[in-house]
Structures are given as C-alpha cells and as structure tokens.
C-alpha cells in the first residue's frame, strides 16, 4: 500500500490551527503569530510535510523555467538549439519548457499568453511574423526578459542571434552561377517569414548581379516539411523547360527535394546539381554528398542560454544583436548543366 500524502489539512489539526493559518506559516505571507507559526512548523516536521512546491513557486514566480518557443521544434535546427539550450540552462539550475508555434502567429500568441500566465523566467522565441508581432511587444514593455533567435520582430527592442541569411544565399546561388547555371530554382517557405525572406532575397541579389532574370515559374512555395518539398519539387521538374539547378532554403526542404527528384528518376548532379541552407546529418550519407550552406548552430544555443540569463538577473545593459557568418561547404551535388 502506498503511503498516505500529508496534506496542509492533516499539519492545520495536529497543530490545532484553522488551513488558512498553516498555509500563511508554511508560505511566509500575512499575518500569523509567533506560537501558532511555530505549532504549525513543528507539525510539518513532524508528519513530513512538503507541500505543493510548485504551486508556491509560480504563485511566487520564482519557478526557475525559461519558455522557449521555435516555429517547429520537428525541424533539425531548432531541436539541436532546444537540447543545447536544455544542456546549458540545466548547469545554471535552469529548466527549459518547450512550446512550437508550428509557424502559426494565432498559436504562438496563445502559447506566449499560458507561458506569462505561468509567470515564468523569461522567453527564448523564433517569432513567425516579423510584421505581427503586438503580443511580442507587450511581452517586452511588460519587461519580461526575451531573447530572439532566428529570426527578428520589427520594432521589438531585445537580444537577438542571427545568422547572415541573405549572404548565405547568395553564396550558395553564386556558386552555382559560377559552375554554369542560369535556369536555377529555388523551394522556399512562407514569405512572412524573416529567414523566408532573408534567403530569397540572397537568392534574386546574386541572380540579378550576374544578369539574370528572376523567373518566378522557377520559384517554389511549400510548407517546410520532406513532404510537401517532395510535392513542390516534382511540380518544379514537371515542367518542360525544367531547372538545371535547385536551391533549397533548409534541411527539410532538401531532404523533400532529394526525394522528389528520386521519384522522377532525376540523378543529382547528373541531371540536376542542389545546394541546400541548413548543413543535416543525411547530406554526408548520400551519394553524391550534398552541397550545403551551414549554419553556426552550435553557437546559437549557447549564446541565447547566456543573454537569457544575464537579463534575468537584471542587466540593464543595450540589446545585444548578433549576427553569425554562414559557411558554403562544398561536396559533390553540383555539376556543369548537361546541355
């Protein structure tokens, strides 16, 4: 038999107090004089009593819990920042609670409510929308510690970690260029998004230096996921006058890609060459390796952890912006155009 929870009503009899009265001598709060407060500590300690430390602490807020909320926890670039937030947040005695928006404003709004209400520490967060971001904003004036990563929330005067997007894009489509292509598409996410927008816009700048037509048949809109990549890709190569290179804006879509071109019968670099944003593990498992753009992603959790932190304790200090360098790791998935 399991044993029985002492409960505040079992220490409130033995101490011979009313539940009101122990729970003002076991909480610190209101008034309760010096003889009961003392039955009532004498009495927990001797039943063993615990309490609902939880409870005390949030009612208090000093639960110690960061929020952090990706815009999809399944990509592999924000489960790797959530486990090495988790690793150094847990060295401060820290705890990470995790709530993805999915990429949807409405949701990450309501998420961001529940997780004020929990009156927790502070918040780590990729914001959807770079445009809606009114919750964010209150969030701030309300002065709750919140750091960005990822992405930027216009007019919202915080920390935040970027990578250089655009010139990570633009290195990616560069090189490509240099090895001969002109017809280069491009699988992309929701335009709202600032990375959305940040990579698509390295990919136009190094088209349109280099003298060529943005096509928008060669732009591709999907949901960042393998499958609906998959779906894109094929319409993309469906076509007649069908791309001879493809880049894509993150791990998902090129895994969605590799296997879109796959069903097709498309061989990579063959008959088309692919360079993808997000280094992945599979890309160093295929043949040929994929070309990719990586990311400092080991860099960004640690950092977020240390800005969320300082902020906690209560440095007044200006936002800290900072923005990493992207690094084009070249293997074997472009070729010369077979024309």
């Not at 993309?236 to 796959?262: E, H, I, K, Y």
């Not at 977020?304 to 936002?319: C, D, H, M, T, V």
């Given at each position: 038999?399991a044993p029985?929870?002492?409960?505040?009503k079992?220490?409130?009899?033995?101490?011979?107090?009313?539940?009101?009265?122990?729970a003002?001598?076991?909480?610190?709060?209101?008034y309760v004089?010096?003889e009961?407060?003392?039955?009532?500590?004498?009495?927990?300690?001797?039943?063993?009593?615990?309490?609902n430390?939880?409870?005390?602490?949030?009612?208090?807020?000093?639960?110690?819990i960061?929020?952090f909320?990706?815009?999809?926890?399944?990509?592999p670039?924000?489960?790797?920042?959530?486990?090495?937030?988790?690793?150094?947040?847990r060295?401060?005695?820290?705890?990470l609670?995790?709530?993805?928006?999915?990429?949807?404003?409405?949701q990450?709004?309501a998420l961001?409510?529940?997780?004020r209400?929990l009156?927790?520490?502070?918040?780590?967060?990729?914001?959807?929308?770079?445009?809606?971001?009114?919750?964010i904003?209150?969030?701030?004036?309300?002065?709750?510690p919140?750091?960005?990563?990822?992405?930027?929330?216009?007019?919202?005067?915080?920390?935040?970690i970027l990578?250089?997007?655009?010139?990570?894009?633009?290195?990616?489509?560069?090189?490509?260029?240099?090895?001969?292509h002109?017809?280069?598409?491009?699988?992309?996410?929701?335009?709202?998004?600032?990375?959305?927008q940040?990579?698509?816009a390295?990919?136009?700048?190094?088209?349109q230096?280099?003298?060529?037509?943005?096509d928008?048949?060669?732009?591709?809109?999907?949901?960042?996921?393998?499958?609906?990549?998959?779906?894109?890709?094929?319409?993309?190569?469906?076509?007649?006058?069908?791309?001879t290179?493809?880049?894509?804006?993150?791990?998902?879509?090129?895994?969605?890609?590799?296997?879109?071109?796959?069903?097709?019968?498309?061989?990579v670099?063959?008959?088309v060459?692919?360079v993808?944003?997000d280094?992945?593990?599979?890309?160093?498992?295929?043949?040929?390796?994929?070309?990719?753009?990586?990311?400092?992603?080991?860099?960004?959790?640690?950092?977020?952890?240390?800005?969320?932190?300082?902020?906690i304790k209560?440095?007044?200090?200006?936002?800290?912006?900072?923005?990493?360098?992207?690094k084009?790791?070249?293997?074997g998935?472009?070729?010369?155009?077979?024309?």
């Amino acid at each position: 038999m399991a044993p029985k929870t002492i409960t505040l009503k079992d220490v409130a009899a033995v101490a011979n107090v009313s539940r009101a009265t122990a729970a003002r001598a076991l909480n610190s709060y209101g008034y309760v004089g010096e003889e009961a407060a003392a039955r009532v500590l004498e009495a927990a300690e001797k039943l063993g009593y615990r309490g609902n430390r939880v409870a005390q602490a949030l009612r208090h807020g000093q639960l110690p819990i960061i929020g952090f909320v990706p815009g999809d926890i399944q990509n592999p670039f924000f489960a790797r920042i959530a486990h090495d937030l988790d690793v150094e947040l847990r060295k401060h005695r820290y705890n990470l609670l995790i709530a993805s928006s999915e990429e949807d404003v409405d949701q990450e709004k309501a998420l961001l409510d529940n997780l004020r209400a929990l009156n927790i520490r502070g918040f780590i967060l990729a914001p959807t929308s770079g445009d809606d971001n009114q919750h964010i904003a209150r969030l701030a004036k309300d002065g709750a510690p919140i750091v960005l990563i990822d992405r930027v929330a216009k007019d919202i005067q915080c920390d935040s970690i970027l990578v250089d997007n655009e010139g990570g894009a633009k290195e990616a489509v560069d090189y490509l260029i240099a090895n001969g292509h002109r017809r280069i598409a491009i699988l992309q996410d929701d335009s709202r998004i600032f990375t959305a927008q940040e990579r698509f816009a390295g990919y136009t700048k190094s088209l349109q230096e280099h003298g060529i037509t943005v096509d928008k048949n060669l732009i591709s809109v999907s949901r960042s996921t393998v499958k609906h990549a998959v779906d894109a890709t094929i319409r993309l190569f469906s076509r007649r006058d069908r791309p001879t290179a493809l880049f894509t804006v993150d791990s998902l879509m090129t895994q969605g890609a590799l296997l879109g071109l796959r069903t097709m019968g498309l061989s990579v670099p063959r008959d088309v060459s692919l360079v993808g944003f997000d280094d992945f593990d599979l890309a160093t498992f295929t043949d040929p390796q994929i070309t990719v753009v990586a990311q400092p992603i080991s860099r960004i959790g640690p950092l977020a952890a240390e800005l969320i932190l300082e902020r906690i304790k209560g440095s007044q200090a200006a936002p800290r912006n900072t923005t990493f360098p992207t690094k084009l790791i070249i293997r074997g998935s472009v070729s010369n155009p077979q024309i």
